[in-house]
């Protein structure tokens, strides 16, 4: 529910219609400029707003997609797993271990 506060009477009400010192464009024009300002004044409260509190829902679909990837993870290193696993050995592959061997020192 919006209620009309003094700053919202600038979007309906042209306060400088009638002024002596003004032509009528550049009343239209100033009140264009008056109508901007509290566009922007409104734009810089709300983004205060958001940024001060985070948003509730966003949060929620944040966490929710924070657990799917977990889940996705988890399967990934599953498979990976399961891969590696059915892979057969080649026994003409042996295991060369680096101590058995000799060293000659001068």
């Not at 509190?53 to 949060?59: Q, R």
């Amino acid at each position: 529910m919006t209620t009309n506060t003094s700053s919202d009477v600038i979007f309906s009400v042209n306060p400088y219609e009638g002024h002596p010192s003004l032509s009528q464009i550049e009343a239209d024009v100033l009140w264009e400029y008056a109508k901007l300002a509290q566009h922007v004044k409104l734009v810089t409260q709300k983004t205060r707003l958001l940024g001060e509190e985070p948003d509730k829902s966003m949060l929620v679909r944040l966490r929710v997609l924070e657990q799917k990837m977990g889940l996705v993870l988890t399967l990934f290193k599953a498979s990976v797993w399961g891969v590696i696993n059915e892979q057969a050995v080649d026994p003409s592959e042996t295991y060369n271990d680096a101590s058995n061997t000799t060293t000659v020192r001068y």
